[in-house]
């Protein structure tokens, strides 16, 4: 495995060995580096231009309206 990974695991897409045997800890490791990787990511809600802003009103006021 070691091998492989070192193969294959790369800067812009590293590889990470997870233990298993205790889920808690699993989950705890996953969050953190599912956490820290998106931090790192230059995230944003995309710009909504007002003709967007106008459609989006008239389909939430249609949605409404179907009940």
Avoid: F, M
């Amino acid at each position: 495995y070691e091998e492989a990974l070192s193969a294959t695991s790369t800067r812009w897409a590293p590889w990470y060995i997870i233990p298993a045997n205790h889920k808690w800890v699993t989950r705890g490791l996953v969050a953190r580096i599912v956490a820290s990787t998106s931090d790192k990511l230059d995230l944003r809600y995309p710009e909504v231009s007002p003709d967007q802003e106008t459609a989006i009103e008239q389909a939430r006021k249609q949605l409404e309206a179907e009940g």
